[in-house]
């Protein structure tokens, strides 16, 4: 059985940072793509970033708009681990974030899920 275990969520200042990461266990072999994706309240679930296992190449980021030049992803392929820093936060950065990853033979895991919460 497969799980994905998120951690680093929590309420903070704007204009803070927090660092989210999701560790994957079990057999799950071959991971293509990691990354992240939020859903706040009555909104629906959107992409904040991916990293594919090309890694820093070109095409193998991709972020939301929203949160260019605020997040970074970045991956740790032997620790099956996938990370989101996010620096700059925002009020309408509020959400549950959620980990995901799919690999090559097209099969998707998601994590349970962390609140990250944004005061102003």
């Known amino acids: 059985q497969v799980q994905l275990v998120e951690s680093g969520g929590g309420l903070v200042q704007a204009g803070g940072s927090l660092r989210l990461s999701c560790a994957a266990s079990?057999?799950?072999?071959?991971?293509?793509?990691m990354g992240w994706y939020r859903q706040a309240p009555g909104k629906q679930r959107e992409l904040v970033a991916a990293?594919?296992?090309?890694?820093?190449?070109?095409?193998?980021?991709n972020y939301a708009d929203s949160v260019k030049g605020r997040f970074t992803i970045s991956r740790d392929n032997t620790k099956k681990t996938v990370y989101l820093q996010m620096n700059s936060l925002k009020p309408e950065d509020t959400a549950v974030y959620y980990c995901?990853?799919?690999?090559?033979?097209?099969?998707?895991?998601w994590g349970q899920g962390t609140q990250v919460t944004v005061s102003s």
């Open positions: 079990g057999s799950i072999f071959s991971i293509d793509v």
């Open positions: 995901h990853m799919r690999t090559y033979a097209r099969n998707n895991y």
């Open positions: 990293i594919t296992s090309a890694g820093t190449g070109a095409g193998s980021l």
